[in-house]
């Protein structure tokens, strides 16, 4: 499987068009944080593992990291 890439502060859409803000964790996952919920990081909506999957609260989701959709834009301040 192909090495999972996204931006650091990029911001991706799901398929139900709501947005999210990527951070790289250390362990080569990322998190995906709602753009007003990114003060409190430590709450990231969704993780994305490094099989591809997009993981909610511990659980599979049905969308996977060729889901997310990049929308272009990049979040300057955290």
Do not use: C
Not at 37 to 65: C, D, H, Q, V
Request: charged share 35%; net charge positive; glycine share 6%.
């Amino acid at each position: 499987m192909p090495k999972i890439k996204l931006r650091e502060h990029g911001v991706y859409a799901l398929p139900d068009k709501r947005e999210f803000i990527v951070r790289r964790s250390r362990s080569d996952e990322y998190s995906l944080y709602p753009p007003q919920g990114l003060k409190r990081l430590e709450f990231a909506e969704y993780r994305l593992n490094t099989e591809g999957r997009i993981i909610s609260r511990g659980m599979p989701t049905r969308w996977r990291a060729e889901d997310l959709t990049d929308t272009g834009q990049t979040v300057k301040r955290l």
